[in-house]
Structure formats: structure tokens, C-alpha cells
């Protein structure tokens, strides 16, 4: 009986260093987390920019219709 208790009570021992161990590697995760800089926050394009933007390719879009239109009027009927 007595050998059974001692192995019991190893058992135990080892799995509380086991959780010991568990324990100081997840503090150190957290306390890495807490010092770790926050991620700059995503900045959203302006609207004088978008607008600018939505401008210049109107402008690219129109000239690629006149370029088709130039093509179509070349082709033979």
C-alpha cells in the first residue's frame, strides 16, 4: 500500500511542477503582450485624395473610350 501512496504523491508532485511550469510560460506570454507597442492604427485615405483619385481615372477612362472609338471607326463595315 505504502509504495502505491508514495507513487500517487510523486504523480501529483510532478504534475504541479508540470502546471508550474504552464504557469510561469503563459506570465511571460502576457507580460511579452503588455510591452509589446499597439499596431498604428489603419489610416483612412483623405477625401481631397479619393477625390483626386476618382478624378484622375474618369480622366484615364475617357481616354481609353476616344482610343476604342478611334479603333471602331477604322475597322470596315
Do not use: C, D, F, Y
Not at 477625401?47 to 484615364?60: D, H, I, P, V
Request: hydrophobic fraction near 35%; aromatic fraction near 2%.
Amino acid at each position: 500500500m505504502k509504495p502505491q501512496i508514495s507513487e500517487l504523491i510523486q504523480r501529483a508532485e510532478n504534475g504541479l511542477e508540470t502546471m508550474k511550469k504552464r504557469e510561469r510560460l503563459l506570465r511571460t506570454r502576457v507580460e511579452k503582450r503588455a510591452t509589446l507597442p499597439s499596431q498604428a492604427p489603419l489610416v483612412a485615405p483623405s477625401l481631397g485624395a479619393l477625390e483626386s483619385q476618382l478624378e484622375a481615372l474618369r480622366q484615364k477612362k475617357e481616354a481609353l473610350g476616344k482610343q476604342v472609338e478611334g479603333w471602331s471607326s477604322n475597322w470596315p463595315t
